[in-house]
């Protein structure tokens, strides 16, 4: 009894020690809490991929909606072009915080894109240890569409992307970064990644095949690289 009654103090202490540092944080930083401002890499160092044109920011309709799910408290966007296989891929990526997953939302207000949420979910795909992305057709080009999330796997709907955030929020190491003020214990952040080609030429099943291949080296590109806040 003695011995898981020092184990029992010894945890308060920790939680006591931790709950003082997020205070004194609270007080004396008047960053804590808020995102901090991310800058796209003009170019991505990713094998094999030949630029088309040079890369240009994102400037999205702002959403002034307060009941909006698209409400964002940051949002930051860059457009690629690259010679990928030998086909040319456009990739619009944005940087969101505190947003919650939504891609149909996205893809209407952000993209314009007016797809159905019955027509998203006929596209979406599962790859073995990448996650969840949607891949679809609008006027002429194929599309693939995902969020990829600071902790694991990437997702298309707010179901997934609650759950997948849930799973790792009751990690000890989340947990531990939570007390120490390092990180949000629900990790709110995404970057929205859209990829498409003009269907002009070839058929949609190989430019879906070819996106899907991008995808994957993109993903695996920003897993390592993701925003730290």
Same mark, same amino acid.
């Given at each position: ?14 939680? /006591? ?16 809490? %808020? ?7 003009? !170019? ?27 409400? &964002? ?16 891929? %456009? ?7 505190? !947003?919650? #997953? ?39 080009? &194929? ?8 902790? #694991?796997?990437?997702?298309?709907? &707010? ?16 947990? &531990? ?19 498409? /080609? ?11 095949? %070819? ?19």
């Amino acid at each position: 009894m003695l011995k898981w009654q020092q184990i029992r103090f010894s945890l308060l202490a920790v939680i /006591a020690s931790a709950s003082l540092v997020v205070l004194a944080k609270s007080i004396f930083d008047p960053n804590l809490g %808020k995102p901090t401002p991310y800058a796209f890499p003009e !170019t991505l160092d990713i094998a094999n991929w030949v630029p088309v044109n040079p890369s240009t920011a994102i400037t999205d309709k702002e959403i002034t909606d307060p009941n909006s799910a698209l409400k &964002v408290s940051y949002k930051v966007g860059r457009r690629y072009q690259y010679a990928i296989d030998r086909q040319s891929i %456009k990739i619009d990526v944005r940087y969101l915080v505190r !947003t919650s #997953g939504n891609v149909v939302a996205f893809l209407q207000d952000y993209a314009e894109i007016q797809l159905k949420p019955e027509e998203l979910q006929k596209g979406i795909r599962h790859q073995e240890g990448l996650g969840y992305y949607t891949l679809f057709t609008y006027q002429n080009r &194929v599309y693939l569409s995902a969020c990829i999330n600071p902790r #694991g796997q990437s997702t298309v709907t &707010v179901e997934q992307f609650d759950d997948n955030m849930t799973a790792y929020a009751l990690k000890p190491s989340t947990i &531990v970064s939570w007390l120490l003020a390092q990180a949000d214990l629900r990790d709110r952040r995404c970057l929205w990644s859209q990829f498409s /080609a003009d269907l002009e030429g070839d058929s949609a099943e190989n430019i879906e095949q %070819k996106l899907t291949k991008a995808w994957i080296s993109w993903h695996e590109w920003w897993k390592a690289r993701f925003p730290l806040s």
